[in-house]
């Protein structure tokens, strides 16, 4: 960004615009007691070299997950990324191309769209899918406000409490000034049990939400409570990982009306907050109510094969009223990455990868439990993330394991649990192992946890 001088003619345009004098009268509505009466207690001016100095040591505080060992996870998560996602997506067709707004927009564009919708609808079974949302938390809570107009309903929709917290935060934000009841259904054992949930089901309900795998990584039963939901006449939202569906049943299998996920784990890289990919995808028969943008497939007056924008019921296309959804972008060039990686892999690649993630999985759940003093929360089946149980406080144990060797950060956040985790939950760590990870980075974790349990059972 350009520099912009603050001169003593640009201070004096900028008051006469705004009506005033002075920079004092400026300021004249706030009370004196308020006012600072000493000059700021700044640092004396830096050359331009000492401040690239300065600035260079603070960047070296920074340690980002790609650069250490990383068993984060929470939504999140550290896969391998083919170089050639970066080298597709990097081209400046697809790198500087945007979200279809117009019918002018360009057919390569409109066609990497329609390829992604094609991709995430053989992923996920279902038989639609927009050309994504902002990201996952964003489009679980669409999920719920279609399921709102499908059905007509606002009395109460029901949400695990395995459902990612901050998912449910999200939900709880968007439904504040709704006359709706969220019911949390608690999960203390790690998942639902399916008959608590369906005798929570009634004739009010909108919607019920089932994450698959869960926060915790465990595996939930939502055929049950899925069928108990079409009974009443609500609709089903599935919140899945996209990698799990290599050897898990697709959403629309176990009878999701409606599939959201965050994207980030098909060829995104980790960043602090973003950008990342909103999947949404529903069943044909909900289409006219489904957020965001859809492309379609047609032919031009010669009989060409070409794309259009079918679809796109939100306030910029059409009256505020009508409109499904008042966010305004969508992730075009995230969703450009997930249609490589995914084209790249196919579902042969997908499924190596997934039977990868669970087997690491499995082996670093024995490792670390194996002679450390750590036991597993949670006796329940689980994909590639489990919950430990730690003997203290267990962003103080990840703490010291960390400073005690080269294994690099774990997660040890794990946001407002529900029912009986409520207070155990400072003792709960979440382990994500991806196919990423190799034994001998498994065996080094166990080998830092132990070494750091003997010195505490010593101390």
Request: aromatic letters at 8%; charged letters at 20%; glycine letters at 8%.
């Amino acid at each position: 960004m350009a520099y912009l001088f603050n001169t003593p003619e640009s201070q004096a345009d900028m008051l006469q615009t705004v009506g005033v004098g002075s920079i004092e009268e400026l300021f004249d509505q706030v009370p004196r007691e308020l006012r600072l009466d000493r000059p700021l207690q700044l640092p004396p001016p830096l050359s331009e070299i000492e401040l690239e100095s300065h600035l260079r040591d603070i960047a070296r505080q920074n340690v980002g997950a790609s650069g250490q060992v990383s068993f984060l996870g929470g939504g999140i998560y550290d896969h391998f990324i083919p170089a050639a996602v970066d080298a597709i997506a990097g081209r400046s067709e697809f790198y500087t191309s945007y979200t279809p707004y117009q019918a002018e927009a360009s057919q390569g564009s409109l066609q990497t769209f329609f390829e992604y919708q094609t991709l995430i609808c053989q992923l996920t079974g279902m038989d639609v899918s927009n050309a994504s949302l902002y990201e996952g938390a964003t489009a679980m809570v669409e999920a719920v406000l279609m399921a709102m107009r499908v059905t007509g309903r606002r009395g109460k929709v029901i949400v695990l409490g395995s459902v990612h917290p901050e998912y449910r935060n999200t939900l709880t934000t968007y439904l504040r000034h709704f006359d709706t009841e969220i019911v949390t259904v608690p999960t203390p054992h790690g998942t639902a049990d399916p008959g608590d949930v369906t005798s929570l089901i009634d004739d009010r309900t909108a919607a019920v939400i089932v994450q698959h795998p869960n926060f915790f990584g465990c595996l939930e039963s939502p055929r049950e409570i899925f069928a108990a939901a079409k009974q009443q006449g609500a609709l089903s939202i599935s919140v899945f990982d996209p990698i799990s569906l290599g050897i898990l049943e697709r959403p629309a299998d176990h009878g999701a009306d409606i599939a959201v996920a965050e994207g980030q784990s098909l060829g995104i890289p980790l960043q602090y907050g973003g950008p990342y990919l909103g999947i949404f995808a529903c069943r044909q028969e909900y289409l006219r109510q489904m957020p965001g943008r859809l492309i379609g497939e047609t032919v031009d007056r010669e009989g060409r094969r070409c794309f259009v924008l079918t679809l796109g019921t939100r306030e910029q296309h059409i009256r505020r009223d009508k409109a499904t959804s008042n966010i305004c972008t969508n992730q075009g060039l995230l969703a450009v990455r997930a249609t490589v990686y995914l084209s790249l892999l196919g579902p042969r690649g997908l499924r190596e990868i997934a039977e990868l993630c669970c087997q690491k999985a499995h082996y670093a759940a024995e490792q670390l439990t194996a002679n450390t003093g750590l036991k597993l929360a949670f006796d329940r089946p689980f994909f590639k993330e489990f919950v430990l149980r730690c003997p203290d406080d267990a962003a103080n144990f990840a703490h010291r394991v960390r400073s005690a060797g080269d294994i690099g950060p774990v997660l040890s956040r794990f946001s407002t649990p529900t029912g009986e985790l409520a207070a155990s939950a400072k003792s709960l760590l979440l382990v994500a192992v991806t196919e990423s990870r190799t034994k001998s980075q498994i065996d080094c974790l166990a080998k830092t946890i132990r070494s750091e349990c003997s010195s505490a059972t010593k101390k």
